[in-house]
């Protein structure tokens, strides 16, 4: 599956200057922008900073034809179309959709890295969506990753401290970051384990859980530092909050039993913790000598037994069944007398409940023209989280 691409073109005053021919690229993801920079530049010599998603033809991605707002410095060479564009401000916009956020971040992090005595040569615009916009930075010292991310998500730059204080090698390193959501991250070599099998998925677990018990004695400093605190009850009062203005009613028995059901989860004796919030082998980078868990933008301070519902979660029951009884294992033996595998079943249907007011809370912050990538995701988790229960 590959997008049609149309881009509508704005000059550095954010002033429209109308659309290049429509073009194929690729990969069907729309936040995945890479490809759109270089058949623009090889199909018409156009050097384009893209800054979000205008349109798509299609109710959610991916593929179809994908209109997108883009920056260039000066005019095209190149015929352009006249196409109307709406360049009114949002207030939920992102700093990087904003015509000049792009060069503002990437001049923030060339200099930090010039800094650091690491000059560039090469930038390179890898994806940008309502969760996070991402560049590559190429130098003779090597490489590095610009990422800047919304507000909620800005507290991944205090656990990515926090992980390179307390397990080194285990995240990537933060190079810098500023109080805007932009991080600056070392290069870690590999590629992301989206095909991961059951035993590289069991050496995750295993890796995570040394994490997630180094941090269960410091989730004060981690609160103190910014990061979500869903321990015990708040977990309960923050689902409800974010899913009232949705139709929950396919889940409204589960909703209304969540105290009592928390209430159980924390009788299990588990500690809280350090949670990924999305810890899916996609999150996982590795080389073969190295694994790295990435995207740390979903954390939260609760319960561990999210992470392994989350690893396991699309697998064969059987092959699920084996990596969640490998957890338990560990958790019961460094903390006798504790339940891990009633902790597991009871918080199963709530995992996705949290998910779907985790998707509902994007939806609330975001700008309509970005709500195709996840309004049809609340509905489908609420499914979910009524079935499992």
């Not at 949705?246 to 589960?254: G, K, M, R, S, T």
């Not at 999305?278 to 979903?298: E, K």
């Not at 338990?328 to 918080?347: C, F, I, K, N, Q």
């Not at 998910?355 to 912050?365: D, G, K, Q, S, T």
Request: with cysteine.
């Amino acid at each position: 599956m590959s997008r049609t691409v149309t881009l509508i073109l704005v000059d550095a005053a954010g002033r429209p200057l109308g659309a290049l021919p429509p073009y194929d690229v690729p990969e069907p993801w729309w936040q995945q922008v890479g490809s759109i920079v270089d058949e623009a530049r090889r199909r018409y010599g156009v050097d384009v900073a893209v800054l979000r998603l205008l349109a798509g033809d299609r109710a959610e991605p991916p593929g179809g034809h994908v209109t997108y707002l883009g920056q260039v410095t000066a005019p095209p060479a190149v015929p352009l179309t006249p196409a109307p564009v709406d360049l009114t401000p949002h207030p939920l916009r992102a700093p990087y959709a904003e015509p000049g956020g792009p060069a503002r971040s990437v001049a923030w992090a060339t200099g930090e890295l010039r800094r650091l005595g690491r000059p560039v040569t090469a930038v390179a615009q890898h994806r940008t969506w309502n969760l996070s916009a991402i560049w590559r930075l190429d130098g003779p010292a090597g490489s590095a990753w610009l990422k800047q991310v919304p507000p909620f998500f800005r507290h991944e730059a205090a656990v990515l401290r926090w992980l390179g204080a307390a397990a080194p090698t285990t995240a990537p390193t933060l190079l810098a970051a500023d109080d805007t959501g932009r991080m600056l991250l070392d290069h870690v070599p590999g590629e992301d384990r989206y095909g991961a099998d059951e035993a590289e998925r069991a050496a995750v677990a295993a890796e995570h859980h040394a994490v997630q018990l180094r941090a269960a004695d410091e989730t004060g400093g981690l609160v103190a530092a910014g990061v979500p605190d869903l321990r015990g009850p708040a977990l309960a009062g923050w689902i409800r909050d974010r899913l009232a203005p949705h139709d929950a009613a396919v889940a409204a028995d589960l909703l209304a039993g969540l105290d009592d059901r928390l209430d159980q989860v924390r009788d299990c004796g588990l500690p809280d913790t350090l949670v990924h919030g999305d810890l899916h082998p996609g999150n996982v980078r590795g080389d073969g000598a190295r694994r790295v868990v990435i995207d740390w933008g979903d954390a939260f301070v609760g319960h561990p037994a999210f992470d392994i519902l989350r690893l396991t979660e699309t697998l064969d029951p059987d092959v699920a069944a084996r990596l969640c009884d490998a957890w338990a294992a560990r958790w019961r033996a460094d903390v006798p007398g504790s339940d891990p595998e009633r902790a597991v079943t009871l918080l199963g249907p709530v995992a996705h409940l949290r998910m779907a007011a985790v998707y509902a809370m994007f939806l609330a912050r975001i700008e309509p023209n970005e709500h195709a990538y996840h309004v049809r995701d609340v509905p489908a988790c609420l499914e979910r989280a009524a079935a499992a229960a």
